[in-house]
């Protein structure tokens, strides 16, 4: 079992709806997790972080958390053509560095 | 004015060579990771130091060694490259070590072994 899974996708969602990204993660003992995206050839930029269940906006993003399903998520409301890349999810498990997910390309049909 | 900056962006090189790719970060962190990137986007820690002391070393190869010659660079120099070293390196920084603490990226270097 991978640390960190994500469907490769890609996910395609028309402009203007909701785009909706999931991860889990294997290692209940977890703090910390993030939402980086990567556009094609360029460097990965942090978009989200959250440390406790529940949600956390942050303009049109939304991350979810939920520990006891190891589940977090990221939600993207009025996708834009310009949110077509892929998103990484990384989680933060004691002293380590950051494990990262392998990703879901997404794509928004303008 | 980059936070993180690696060189160099592109490296082509042949079996069996040996190169090095320079990291410098000017945000203050303590802490310096290199990742690798696979062609199927997956990245995975090689190695982390903390002010100049290597804390993590994920089973990567010897023929991979850091060097940190201060907390502000991590450089990474590779010896006899194989195939399976083409793949896109990252140099990033942290503010703290452990939980909680962003990764900061540079733009990454890409590695092509022929």
């Known amino acids: 079992q991978k640390e960190v899974e994500q469907n490769s996708g890609p996910l395609s969602v028309p402009e203007g709806a909701i785009a909706s990204l999931n991860c889990t993660y294997s290692?209940?003992?977890?703090?910390?997790f993030f939402w980086y995206r990567q556009y094609s050839g360029k460097s990965p930029e942090l978009i989200m972080f959250?440390?406790?269940?529940g949600d956390k906006e942050d303009g049109r993003f939304t991350a979810q958390l939920n520990k006891a399903s190891q589940y977090v998520s990221l939600l993207i409301r009025d996708s834009q053509p310009s949110d077509s890349a892929t998103y990484l999810c990384a989680v933060g498990t004691g002293r380590r560095a950051l494990t990262f997910g392998s990703g879901t390309r997404l794509q928004v049909q303008p | 004015d980059t936070a993180v900056s690696q060189t160099p962006k592109y490296l082509v090189t042949q079996m069996g060579n040996d190169k090095s790719i320079k990291c410098e970060q000017n945000l203050g962190h303590d802490t310096m990771y290199w990742y690798k990137q696979d062609s199927k986007k997956f990245l995975k820690i090689m190695f982390s130091y903390n002010n100049k002391e290597l804390i993590i070393n994920e089973t990567v190869p010897n023929r991979f060694s850091p060097k940190s010659p201060d907390k502000a660079h991590l450089n990474l120099h590779i010896n006899s490259l194989e195939l399976g070293d083409s793949a896109v390196y990252f140099c990033?920084?942290?503010?703290?070590?452990?939980?909680?603490?962003?990764?900061?990226f540079g733009n990454g270097t890409r590695l092509t072994v022929t």
């Open positions: 959250i440390y406790s269940n």
């Open positions: 990033a920084s942290s503010p703290q070590q452990g939980v909680g603490s962003p990764l900061h």
């Open positions: 290692d209940r003992g977890s703090q910390s």
